[in-house]
């Protein structure tokens, strides 16, 4: 197993910006995949970016070109820095790991993007 322990969001206006960090109980690279989701209101939990084991980054259409995805293997953490937020990336946000027995996830933490 692997425990998720994030931290970061909050309240931001329409074009500024936020980073969250996701700590993992072990090495990150001990992980096929490790990486970001949200939910938003009333919506299906999809992602946000994620890197995998084959060194692989992806990011969602929506967040393509405004977020990016890091990560300090020395720390076992990855970063989400999320820049141009705007009022349609509020959400709660996940932090997500997966191994060969199950995917873990952090507790969420809301974002809220608003004037």
């Known amino acids: 197993q692997v425990q998720l322990v994030e931290s970061g969001g909050g309240l931001v206006q329409p074009g500024g910006s936020l980073r969250r960090s996701c700590a993992a109980s072990?090495?990150?690279?001990?992980?096929?995949?490790m990486g970001w989701y949200r939910q938003g209101p009333g919506k299906e939990r999809e992602l946000v970016a994620r890197f995998t084991r084959g060194g692989t980054t992806t990011y969602g259409d929506s967040v393509r070109g405004r977020f990016t995805i890091s990560r300090d293997s020395a720390k076992n953490t990855v970063y989400l820095q999320m820049n141009s937020l705007k009022s349609e990336d509020t959400a709660v946000y996940y932090c997500?790991?997966?191994?060969?027995?199950?995917?873990?996830w952090g507790q969420g933490t809301q974002v809220t993007v608003s004037s």
């Open positions: 072990r090495s990150i690279f001990s992980l096929n995949a």
């Open positions: 997500n790991a997966a191994d060969f027995l199950g995917n873990y």
